[in-house]
């Protein structure tokens, strides 16, 4: 798994060589074929790897957090960006290998891998902001599945908002700055708080 890593973080899917990583793995093809089908199945086993581990440790660092039951909707989501980001920090290998991933945008590859993980973040935050539209931090009108819609949409393509996918190292504070940004938006959207004065 982890020649694995190192290869699918350095190129794409496509460009990932099965041979490189079974040599760096020190083990011959048929150990590997005793364990996977073929190179797809072990990336998304490394992508499955991947998002278990990140949510195990974001829903940790949620449990820790006492005023956990006193947090509306935004500033949950903002508590679980950072929570997000310093998984980043503690796991710096999997960055690498997430921002390839990213960039595999629009090949088949990405949709398979958004297939097996699944409409899971859109259920997510369906659960999410059932609790929130009974705590009235949506305004009325907006249906549920509108706003899981919106909520997840908006969360898993920050990097195409914030042009994350074109850097090559990544500066958390400024990641924490732009996803505070687009939380905010969700929560105020684009007009002015103002009051109309006529």
């Given at each position: 798994?982890?020649?694995?890593?190192?290869?699918?973080?350095?190129?794409?899917?496509?460009?990932?060589?099965?041979?490189?990583?079974?040599?760096?793995?020190?083990?011959?093809?048929?150990?590997?074929?005793?364990?996977?089908?073929?190179?797809?199945?072990l990336?998304?086993?490394?992508?499955?790897?991947?998002?278990?581990?990140?949510?195990?440790?974001?829903?940790?660092?949620?449990?820790?957090?006492?005023?956990?039951?006193?947090?509306?909707?935004?500033?949950?989501?903002?508590?679980?960006?950072?929570?997000?980001?310093e998984?980043?920090?503690?796991?710096?290998?999997?960055?690498?290998?997430?921002?390839?991933?990213?960039k595999?945008?629009?090949?088949?590859?990405?949709?398979?891998?958004?297939?097996?993980?699944?409409?899971?973040s859109?259920?997510?935050?369906?659960?999410?902001?059932?609790?929130?539209?009974?705590?009235?931090?949506?305004?009325?009108?907006?249906?549920?599945?509108?706003?899981?819609?919106?909520?997840?949409?908006?969360?898993?393509?920050?990097?195409?908002?914030?042009?994350?996918?074109?850097?090559?190292?990544?500066?958390?504070?400024?990641?924490?700055?732009?996803?505070?940004?687009?939380?905010?938006?969700?929560?105020?959207?684009?007009?002015?708080?103002?009051?109309?004065?006529?």
């Amino acid at each position: 798994m982890e020649a694995a890593l190192d290869e699918f973080a350095a190129k794409s899917y496509e460009e990932a060589s099965l041979n490189n990583i079974i040599k760096n793995a020190g083990i011959s093809k048929g150990t590997f074929y005793y364990h996977y089908e073929d190179k797809q199945a072990l990336y998304l086993s490394l992508l499955q790897s991947m998002a278990n581990a990140k949510v195990e440790f974001v829903e940790r660092k949620m449990q820790d957090y006492d005023r956990n039951e006193d947090l509306n909707l935004f500033e949950s989501l903002k508590l679980q960006a950072r929570s997000a980001i310093e998984f980043a920090r503690i796991y710096p290998r999997y960055y690498p290998f997430a921002l390839m991933f990213l960039k595999e945008k629009g090949n088949r590859i990405y949709g398979t891998a958004m297939d097996m993980l699944g409409g899971t973040s859109e259920k997510y935050f369906e659960e999410l902001l059932e609790k929130a539209m009974l705590h009235g931090d949506i305004k009325p009108g907006i249906t549920k599945p509108f706003a899981a819609k919106i909520v997840a949409y908006l969360l898993t393509r920050y990097d195409e908002l914030f042009d994350i996918k074109r850097a090559t190292e990544l500066d958390f504070d400024h990641v924490l700055r732009d996803i505070d940004i687009l939380i905010d938006f969700m929560q105020y959207g684009l007009g002015s708080n103002r009051p109309n004065n006529g």
